[in-house]
């Protein structure tokens, strides 16, 4: 049995079967529903005050009207919403979605979640955004641009670091990452603090033992690779800097840091 809508009909007895104290497993068994639409349902559908069937009827008209202003079917816009009660990225969405007859954009899905209170179930738990040109940041030595980068590359790297992901606030430390684009390898280390001198170390050893097979690394333009030079030196490798807030050019290691954070808080 697969995810379906529901009718108002169905709502009124989910309502009352939760009144009697029934799980959603066993109530989806009895409205003939898989257990995902019940749950999907009181996750979206219902609010801190309880479940009750006229708000939550409301609120699916709502989404479909919306869903339909913005060309995408309703059911679609249920599917999606059924990867977000998953924890799936857009991504994952997106691609489920183009394999089952279900095609939606990862960007239109980003949009969606902006409009309400959805992006609370991202990985990351907060809105896509990207911050303004004149945001200061860190100037990095003699950087190598990624235009520069050859079509074939090897290492994605980056800083796992920031709020609610690797970097405490008790100064417990943080977590260099890199992401390897053919074979998918992922390799962590746990450093004592956001040092250029920390991370180059950690960059250095992670790699060592595959330094016959790394050409390129491709980072961030944070301030932990202000030693990039001696990275390069000591693996015999080109440095490359992704442009300033275009994670999506490390789509991988963004993607694979996701996932990190849903397991390290």
């Known amino acids: 049995m697969t995810y379906q809508q529901l009718i108002e009909g ?15 497993a066993f109530i989806a068994k009895t409205i003939n529903v898989h257990r995902s639409t019940v749950y999907r349902e009181l996750d979206l559908n219902g ?11 409301q609120k699916a008209q709502e989404r479909r009207a919306l869903a339909t202003k913005y060309k995408i079917p309703a059911l679609t816009v249920e599917y999606v919403e059924l990867g977000l009660s998953l924890h799936w990225s857009p991504e994952q969405i ?3 979605g183009h394999l089952i007859d279900m095609p939606v954009s990862h960007e239109w899905i980003y949009r969606y979640i902006a409009r309400g209170t959805l992006y ?10 990207r911050r303004g040109v004149n945001t200061k940041r860190c100037v990095i030595p003699d950087p190598r641009s990624i235009d520069e980068r050859p079509e074939v590359v090897e290492i994605e790297n980056a800083l796992a670091i920031g709020k609610s992901t690797v970097l405490c606030k008790q100064g417990t430390g943080a977590l260099v990452t ?30 060592k033992p595959y330094a016959a097979s790394v050409r390129t690394i491709t980072a961030d333009n944070g301030s932990e690779f202000v030693e990039h030079k001696a990275i390069a030196d000591a693996l015999n490798i080109d440095f490359y800097f992704a442009h300033p807030y275009s ?10 840091n996701g996932l990190l954070r849903q397991y390290i808080p």
């Open 10 to 24: 169905k709502r009124y007895r989910i309502s009352i079967l939760l009144a009697q104290g029934y799980r959603p």
């Open 120 to 129: 609370k179930a991202l990985r990351q738990g907060h809105k896509r955004y």
């Open 178 to 207: 890199l992401a390897e684009r053919k074979s998918r390898m992922y390799l962590v280390r746990k450093v004592a603090a956001k040092r250029a001198t920390d991370v180059r170390d950690a960059v250095t050893d992670m790699l």
């Open 47 to 57: 609010s801190k005050d309880g479940y009750r069937p006229e708000p939550a009827q």
């Open 247 to 256: 994670s999506w050019e490390r789509g991988l290691n963004e993607n694979f």
């Open 94 to 96: 997106s691609g489920v």
